[in-house]
Each structure stands twice: as C-alpha cells, then as structure tokens.
T-cell receptor, first 108, second 117 residues
C-alpha cells in the first residue's frame, strides 16, 4: 500500500521567506501532483511531475524518483500563498493517493 | 479557460435519502473521477470512469454509490441511502487521459459540500 507523508503538517512564516514543503512516498508511482486547497475547499493543481524539476512563477517543484521524495518550494512568499498544500501520487492504476496536506500561513 | 463545474455547491439531506451530485467535466476529457474529503481528513479516491464504465473504485465505493454519464456532458455520483458519515466535500475531476508520457494532469471542480442530518 502506498503511503504519502508530508512535512511539516503546519508551517507559519513571515512574508518574503523561502518555503519548503516535503513529500515522501513508499512505492513506485507514475506521477506526483502538488495541489493547493484554499479555505473555501476548492482544489487547484499546481504541478504534475514524474522527474526532475518544474517552475511556475514563484513555485518550484522537484522530485527524486530514486529517493521517493518531492519538494515544493515557494520563493518570496506572500500572504496570498496561505493555503493547504497537498502532495498526491498517482499509482500504477492511475489512482491518486493523497497526503494529509501542509497548512501554510504567511504573515505580513 | 475550460473548467470543471459541480452542482450544487452545498446539499443538505436527511439520513436515508438519495442524493445525486452533478459534475460537468471539461468537454474533451475522457477520464472522470470522484473524490471525497471528510472535514479535517485527507482527500480519498472514490471511483474513476472511462468509456462509460468504472475503471477503478476504492473500498469506500460500496453498493450505496453509483456513477453515471447520462448524456455525454454530465457525470453524476448517486448515493442511494445517505448515512451521517457520508457528510463530506465531494470533488469531481477530469483528465484527457494518458499521453505519450503517461497520465495527464487532472482538473478539479470546486466541490459539493454534502451535509447529512
């Protein structure tokens, strides 16, 4: 059974700080998603990656397939980045297995 | 930009009643999904649907649940006899399917909050 572990569970930082959220998983995957969930509940896909690194604006996602680990970085964090960030891995049946999320609060 | 839509945004129902949650996936997508998130818990996979049939389903997706694509645009989740523990946010998602490099990105609807009283 594939387990997805995220750390930290909660993260509070000051505006402008560099943020790192980590995700580890236990078995082979076909792809990994990073998603953002706002207080209203809606889910937005940020990245899907299966190797290397992707960048979109101030967001960077990396994955190390051998180590079964991925990180999401936010540069120059802003209060509007406050949300829950979720890592989800796609297994061999193309099902998404979800992490518990990291609640990020950026203080002005 | 195309988006997945869901209706209603909030549904309140009494225990034992049937509910139908509706989703309109992105029009050229081929794979459709339902997920559930009980308040304060992880999102959980319920079911995937392709070519008018269920591809995969989780242990949660028992005989009380069914899915249908009745008219080529809507994708529905029916819960036959709701229980208190069915109270959750239900998300629909769709994807074009499998590209040359494997699975493609899923696009999520805004969710339907189901409250069973």
């Amino acid at each position: 059974k594939n387990e997805v572990e995220q750390s930290p569970q909660n993260l509070t930082a000051q505006e402008g700080e560099f943020i790192t959220i980590n995700c580890s998983y236990s078995v082979g995957i076909s792809a990994l998603h990073w998603l953002q969930q706002h207080p209203g509940g809606g889910i937005v896909s940020l990245f899907m990656l299966s190797s290397g690194k992707k960048k979109h604006g101030r967001l960077i996602a990396t994955i190390n397939i051998q180590e079964k680990h991925s990180s999401l970085h936010i540069t120059a964090s802003h209060p509007r980045d406050s949300a829950v960030y979720i890592c989800a891995v796609m297994d061999s049946n193309y099902q998404l297995i979800w992490g518990a999320g990291t609640k990020l609060i950026i203080k002005p | 930009e195309p988006e997945v839509t869901q209706t209603p945004s909030h549904q309140v129902t009494q225990m034992g009643q049937e509910v139908i949650l509706r989703c309109v996936p992105i029009s050229n997508h081929l794979y459709f999904y339902w997920y559930r998130q009980i308040l304060g818990q992880k999102v959980e996979f319920l079911v995937s649907f392709y070519n008018n049939e269920i591809s995969e389903k989780s242990e949660i997706f028992d005989d009380q649940f069914s899915v249908e694509r009745p008219d080529g645009s809507n994708f529905t989740l029916k819960i036959r006899s709701t229980k208190l523990e069915d109270s959750a946010m239900y998300f629909c998602a769709s994807t074009m399917g499998l590209g040359l490099a494997g699975a493609l990105e899923q696009y999520f609807g805004p969710g339907t909050r189901l409250t069973v009283t």
